[in-house]
Structures are given as C-alpha cells and as structure tokens.
C-alpha cells in the first residue's frame, strides 16, 4: 500500500496536528471520530488566491497537510428519531464523522469494510470534488474503481480541490440510503461578512426500513412497491417521530429529540444547508428570519435574499442568517418535503435559539406565509436569472458536441418498470470499471450496451440537452466538473440560454418534470463519469449514463497499482461468494 507515502514524497512537507473540533455546538454524536482535525481554517492557508482572482478549475492551491481519517463500515442498530432499525454506519455512528479540510490539503480517508451478515463491496464518493489528478480516486464501482470487498481496506486520497459545503456517501447500490453518508466541508476564501460558521445542516429523507428491502421494492414490476414513501425527515440526524402512528414492532421511543443551533444577537451566521437524502426534494426555512445565499455547491454566488431555499437529492447551499439584535426567545427550524416527492412525515423541526441554553421547550413560532403556500409545489430550482456566480466564466458559445439525452420510464422486457436514457436503462458491472478498461486502451463495450457508455472522444465542450417527458423531477448530478446550466423550464426549450456570459454552474441541477434540462461541460479531465439522476431509487433503476472523456488522455493516466489490486481481492471474494446484485449497481 504505497499511497501515504507517495503522496508524503510529492507534498514534500506535510503536517497533521492534534484534533479540536471548529463546530462544537453541534450534537456530540455527530463529530465523534479519530481524526486529527484543527480547528479550521486557521488563517488562509491556501494564501493570497481568492473568490475573484482565481479560477479554481485551473489553479488549487497546494498546502502539503494532509487530514487523514479512518472509517469502519459495519451494520448497527440505531433510533436516530425513536424508532429502531438496523444501519449501515461509519465509526458506529449516523450521520457519518464530518470530514474537514482547507482548500488545498489533501484528504486521505482509510476505509475499512465489515459488511457482514449480509456481507457486502462498498466504496466510498467524495460528492463534488474533481479527481482532476486523481480520477480514480472518485469512488464510484464498476466506474472508477471495483468493491472493496468484506474483511477488506483501501484508502482514498485526493485533493480538497473546490471550496465550500458538500458529502460524501457510499456509492455501491443505495447504500447510502441505509446510511453511509456524512458531511464534508472544505474551507476557502469567503469574501462575505460572517461572524459564526455553524456548520453542516444535514437533511435526509428516512425510512423505517432497511435498504435493501427498499430497493426490492423499486426494482419490481409493481407501481405501489416502487412508490414506497419515506417514513420521516431527519435535520443532523434527528428528528422527533409519533410511534402510534406505525404498525410494526420494532422498538420505538417517542420524543427522540430534535437538533439546535444557538444564534447570538446581532452577529452573522453561516449554515451550509445539505441534502443528503434518497428522495425528497427539500424546502428549508427559519420562521422569522431571512437568508442570503451565497453559494450553490461548490459555486459562490452574488448573494440574494429569500425565505424558502431549494435543495434536490445532492445539491448543497450555504446560507447567512442575521441574528436579530436584542431577542431571547427560540424558532422553528424546517426542512419540509416537497409535494412532489413521497412522505408520510414531510417535516423536519430543529430549534434556533438566542437564550443562553436550549429551551425546554419547542418553539411555538409560524412559518412564513410564504413557505406555507406554492412554495412547496415548485419542484424546480430558482430561477437561474438568480443564481449567478461570482467568478465568471463563459463556455463555449457553440460545444463542439451536443448530445440529446431522453428520460424514460417502463416495463423492460421482463415486465420490471425501469428509468432509462436514451432507450438505456443501465446497469453495472461490478468486475470491470470503465475507467480502468479505458486506461488500458479499451473504450468500446458491444457487449455490454447497458453500461451506458457515451465516448466524446477528444470534443473539448460537450452540451446535454436533456427532454423529461414525465412528471417527476430528476436532480441530475454529473462527476468531475462543475457543469455549466444553460437552461432549464417546462415545455421544450427554445434555445434561450441564461446569462450566456456568466451561467450558473454547479453539480447538481433540478430537471423539472415535462420538461427540459440544458447543461454543458468543458472537457478538462480525462475520465470516465457517471452522469445520473441522484435520487437514490431511480438512478438502482438505471437512470444513469459514463461520459467518457478524453479516452486518447485517459491512456495516459498513472493509474497506481491498487487499484487493479482491489479489482483481484473483488474477483476474487466473487470467486467463492454470490453477489446480490438486484439494482444497476449504483
Ligand atoms: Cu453524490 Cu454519483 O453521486
């Protein structure tokens, strides 16, 4: 295993110091983990670049730390809202460890895998981050790397090379789903007036059932079964659940407990609002008090106002909150599901309070009258007129490829209702990652038309036009870049591009239901990327596409040696046990 040591010799320095924590008001169990993390960020350590003078695609800093973490994945029975039921978790807890690092430093987590009754591969995905010099470090199997099998471990190491909030989470079926995911936050220039960073706002959809009973239920030939409803809606991994409205019989305790944040008057604060879940479309508001957005995944934005903030399966948005001046009393903290999505319980509740300690009890303040009404209709993000980067960049006004992209839904030959792209619904094969193949000269797979593999060859921009001509909305995620957004509506597009100059960019957007989705990327990093529905059902039904790019490069890539390795210790674990693999895989 020569990764550490590589990596030590290339930084040349490095320097790792004794843990404190840079959020301790968050619930204990949140931040329990053994890495050695300095209260960040501790200066700028990724010196004089900042939000305007550096195009943070082209130049990262490099500040020779490196954050280790050790992870251990294994099966536990948690109650985060009351009610029992087994979990898949990292380090004994759920949410995962937070990871935290300065723009720049390199990330080096050790995974450990004890999936066993039923064992299960893993891999981790660093959500967001580039792996512009490590593309097989982006932690997608049958993509960019192969399961690490049960009893086994493999360390991740890459650079912290965009700034801002984001997560991690497993990658191998919806495993995530059943709970290895947690946050990530790498801290950057920030050229806003904040006083207090506190830090992740984890939302997640939950289900009071096991992961894989769920993904049975999606990979079937039953609309009800593949419709199932979340059960209740986590903030940090808590929320409160009423046990007699459930009629099974695991273990169940009334008032779990709900999150707070302590809010001090006058002062600025930061939260860097995430959604982590597996379904639910998110609308996020604090009664009494607006919010500045000022950044959409790793994007900063010129900052604007509202009440309620937007947030599909994966997409991130740091907020600033202004306390009020002379206040004691608490509010209402919501993440609420939209309405297009599936719930029995669609309201999460945490608690801002000014006073000295939290309150006894729940606040009693109502939401905005805006909150209560359409809002909770719109399946769509703001309108891109209002997100627009600070730093710009303008794409290519003609890509020199455009690909149509169709999203589809229904019976397969055998009857099972599936999602598909272009007439393609997908499906992994855990033994022989694309990148991998592609770096050793192969890039094109007859056999295997359900891998999804679109080579773009040498194309230096490639423009999506993506048509939905059903009513859920997809929150469409492509790997290694921050795309370009264009456009997106209901209807067909008409060509109109937003801000042509200066488009929104990000790494999550919202396809709106009978609608259209225009996106674009600058073919920068030679790799083999997923691009997918996240919503966690549809993309273990096969909505999902690789974009390969940039093949003739991807030869050339120092791929290092573990990774054929742990492609052996996979093929060889499959060798003498069987597989369940009932979904696409991812
Ligand atoms: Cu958050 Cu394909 O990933």
Redesign the pocket.
């Known amino acids: 295993m020569q990764i550490p040591t590589l990596v030590g010799l290339l930084l040349g320095s490095t320097a790792q110091v004794a843990a404190q924590f840079s959020y301790p008001n968050l619930p204990v169990d949140f931040l329990r983990t053994s890495a050695p993390v300095t209260p960040l960020p501790n200066g700028a350590p990724w010196g004089p670049r900042n939000v305007m003078n550096t195009n943070a695609y082209d130049d990262p800093p490099k500040t020779g730390v490196i954050r280790t973490y050790d992870f251990t994945i294994a099966r536990k029975n948690l109650a985060p809202d009351g009610f029992t039921r087994e979990f898949l978790v990292i380090n004994g807890q759920f949410p995962g460890p937070l990871i935290e690092a300065n723009w720049g430093d390199t990330i080096q987590v050790t995974v450990h895998n004890q999936l066993s009754n039923p064992e299960e591969g893993t891999a981790l995905?660093w959500?967001?981050i580039l792996q512009k010099t490590s593309q097989w470090m982006d932690g997608?199997p049958a993509i960019s790397q192969c399961p690490i099998p049960p009893g086994s471990t493999f360390t991740y190491t890459f650079t912290a090379d965009l700034y801002g909030s984001s997560?991690?989470?497993s990658?191998y079926s919806a495993q995530?789903a059943g709970g290895i995911v947690g946050p990530m936050i790498i801290h950057g220039p920030d050229d806003n007036k904040c006083d207090i960073d506190l830090g992740p706002v984890l939302i997640t959809d939950h289900y009071h059932e096991e992961y894989f009973k769920l993904v049975e239920m999606v990979i079937s030939k039953d609309l009800d079964a593949i419709r199932h409803k979340s059960d209740n809606n986590l903030i940090n991994g808590k929320n409160n659940f009423d046990c007699s409205s459930t009629n099974r019989t695991n273990p169940c305790r009334n008032n779990a407990g709900i999150s707070s944040f302590k809010f001090t008057p006058g002062k600025t604060h930061k939260l860097r609002l995430i959604n982590a879940g597996a379904e639910a479309l998110q609308k996020f508001s604090i009664d009494g008090h607006t919010m500045t957005v000022i950044s959409n995944d790793f994007v900063p934005l010129k900052p604007y106002n509202t009440k309620v903030v937007t947030l599909h399966?994966?997409q991130r948005t740091d907020v600033l909150v202004h306390a009020r001046k002379h206040e004691t009393g608490s509010f209402n903290m919501r993440a609420t599901i939209a309405n297009c999505s599936l719930t029995l319980n669609p309201n999460a509740l945490a608690t801002v309070y000014y006073g000295r300690t939290r309150p006894r009890n729940p606040p009693t303040t109502t939401p905005w009258p805006e909150f209560l009404d359409s809002v909770l209709n719109q399946c769509a993000n703001d309108d891109l007129s209002l997100t627009v980067p600070k730093y710009p960049i303008r794409p290519a006004p003609v890509p020199a490829f455009t690909q149509d992209v169709a999203v589809n839904f229904g019976p397969n030959a055998t009857g099972f209702l599936l999602w598909s792209l272009n007439g393609v619904s997908f499906r992994a094969n855990y033994n022989n990652p694309i990148l991998l193949l592609s770096n050793l000269g192969n890039n094109s797979y007859p056999d295997d038309p359900e891998w999804n593999v679109y080579n773009f060859g040498s194309n230096s921009s490639v423009r999506f036009v993506i048509v939905n001509p059903k009513i859920a909305a997809h929150p469409i995620?492509l790997?290694g870049h921050n795309m370009f957004v264009l456009a997106a509506g209901k209807g067909t597009w008409d060509g109109t591009i937003t801000h042509p100059n200066n488009p929104l960019r990000r790494?999550?957007h919202i396809l709106p239901g009978f609608g259209y989705l225009v996106i674009q990327m600058k073919s920068d990093n030679p790799g083999a990327w997923?691009l997918?529905c996240?919503i966690a059902w549809h993309?273990s039904s096969g909505l999902y596409l690789t974009v390969l790019e940039r093949p003739d490069d991807i030869k050339n890539l120092q791929v290092p040696a573990i990774m054929a390795q742990t492609c052996r210790d996979w093929s060889a674990y499959t060798g003498n046990h069987i597989v369940e693999q009932i979904d696409s895989g991812?």
Do not use: I, N, S
């Open positions: 995905h959500h967001g997608v997560w991690y989470h990658h995530y399966v994966g995620h790997h790494d999550v997923p997918h996240h993309v991812l």
